[in-house]
């Protein structure tokens, strides 16, 4: 990791970026930044491990980070990753408790952190910023319940499904295509649904012979997301 000095123009703009604070007034987010210290961290670096006592709140300006777990085995559990415009680290930042997983930077990445104390006032002093925040959790508590449901109710090769799905609509290229780009490892597939690799790849090589998929390269493409949702749609039975 190393400590960034940014200039006061430059950190305004970067942090405007963050998906939170893209309504407020330019005065407010200047307020932001002078409460922020920077942070380059490079692929593969640890930025918080989990159950440490930390507590500062992240807002990524450049890059791309993974949260993830590893399990009593050793597995590595992936919870998902955050891309430019996100926040990481305001559960503990919150609540003080130790934090809940481990974060690493998937590519080379600049962040903006806060203190938990500055973070709270932030909260408290702004009811823009508190809104969107508690839209944030909320979402979060959405997410992770069809998570907990899929995990409990469906079947390996249906959890497989609900990622791809997942991927394709953060990845759309038309009406009823994606391309995946760069798509994740089979194991990274696995460790996101919490199976092992073979499962995916036979799986992955199904919904290649029903020409829904096709891997190309380093990309993959789904070739029929409205049928892809169906076939979600029907094993979640309406969820």
């Known amino acids: 990791m190393t400590t960034r000095n940014i200039p006061p123009e430059r950190a305004t703009a970067m942090l405007s970026l963050i998906k939170e604070f893209q309504y407020l007034a330019p005065g407010v987010i200047e307020i932001i930044a002078d409460a922020c210290q920077w942070h380059r961290y490079e692929a593969g670096s640890e930025i918080v491990r989990y159950h440490d006592h930390t507590n500062s709140a992240f807002f990524i300006v450049q890059g791309e980070i993974r949260v993830m777990y590893h399990g009593l085995s050793g597995q590595e559990v992936i919870l998902c990753d ?14 003080g408790h130790p934090r809940s997983a481990t974060v690493k930077a998937r590519t080379s990445v600049l962040l903006a952190s806060m203190s938990a104390t500055d973070f ?114 029907e094993v979640r039975g309406g969820f």
């Open 82 to 95: 955050l891309l430019t415009g996100e926040m990481f680290g305001e559960l503990t930042a919150i609540d």
């Open 120 to 233: 709270q006032d932030l909260i408290y002093s702004n009811r823009q910023i508190a809104e969107t925040i508690l839209k944030r959790l909320t979402g979060q508590v959405r997410r992770l319940t069809e998570r907990v449901y899929d995990y409990s109710t469906l079947a390996v090769r249906n959890r497989i499904q609900v990622e791809l799905l997942r991927l394709a609509r953060d990845h759309v290229t038309s009406a009823n295509t994606a391309i995946i780009s760069p798509a994740p490892t089979q194991t990274e597939i696995a460790n996101l649904v919490s199976t092992h690799r073979e499962a995916v790849s036979r799986e992955l090589n199904n919904l290649v012979r029903d020409k829904l998929i096709m891997r190309q390269g380093h990309d993959l493409h789904i070739l029929d997301v409205a049928k892809l949702t169906e076939m979600v749609n």
